[in-house]
């Protein structure tokens, strides 16, 4: 896979069509409100505000697609591009909105944010981090944490069989960044046709792609579940 120096305009994908069964709730995580606003309302700001971002689509259910768009009022998000139907799983909501884009002609060497909705305290220096580090010869780019806990790795009958070194490790968090044309290039090729991942780097990995990791920030969590979601009430409390 080639690569050269990325200097194309910057845009974003944001996910927003999973379906939170671990939140336990009957309306989806990013809809839910926290400090005024969606969850979702907070992710796309994040992107919004930043004049870096040129744009960027949101990934929505079908059935959610109208209350999303009334979420995202043109007034107040006016670099929102469209509200995309998503797919039933990550990697089919992400080759839905890479296909948007190809569709809308957007440039080959465009740089590509995917960034997941129901992240709402994800911050300016990180999602600058993540383009800094595309504007060098770098296939693909995600933010990462150091890991604190002891991780052990288990059998099927729960037995340890392997202890990784903690310091090698890093728990993902998005942003995850690409150049258009790799990460097109890599949902087509034949090895991931049929892959589902659970980021986006995996699709790159496949098809030879070195990825760099940049420093994320312990305060840019998923809310998966009702304890994050009051964990953001009030880091977002402290914040503001």
């Known amino acids: 896979m080639q690569n050269n120096r990325n200097n194309g305009d910057a ?20 809809l839910l409100p926290l400090r005024g606003a969606a969850v ?15 744009g960027y689509i949101v990934m929505a259910a079908p059935t959610e697609i109208d209350q999303v768009r009334k979420l995202l009022p043109e007034d107040e998000y006016s670099k929102l ?10 990697t089919d909501s992400v080759r839905a909105g890479v296909a948007w884009f190809s569709a809308n002609e957007l440039p080959s060497s465009s740089i590509v944010l995917i960034h997941d909705g129901a992240r709402a305290l994800v911050s300016a220096a990180v999602i600058l981090r993540c383009l800094a ?3 060098q010869e770098v296939c693909a780019v995600a933010a990462a944490i150091p890991v604190t806990d002891t991780i052990r790795q288990i059998d099927r009958q729960g037995w340890i069989c392997n202890s990784p070194d903690r310091e090698m490790l890093r728990a993902m968090q998005t942003p995850q960044g690409f150049r258009l044309d790799l990460l097109r290039e890599s949902l087509s090729a034949p090895q991931n046709l049929d892959r589902q991942t659970a980021d986006d780097l995996g699709l790159l990995e496949q098809v030879g792609c070195p990825v760099r990791l940049i420093e994320g920030d312990v305060g840019n969590i998923k809310i998966t ?5 009051a964990l953001a009430e009030i880091l977002m409390k402290e914040q503001f």
């Open 40 to 54: 979702l309302n907070h992710s796309c700001l994040a992107f919004e505000n930043l004049a870096e971002i040129k």
């Open 225 to 229: 579940t009702k304890v994050d979601l």
């Open 11 to 30: 845009y974003a994908i944001i996910l927003a069509a999973g379906k939170g069964s671990r939140f336990g709730a009957a309306v989806n995580k990013v």
């Open 81 to 90: 591009m469209a509200v995309v139907a998503g797919g039933d799983s990550r």
């Open 133 to 135: 580090a595309l504007e």
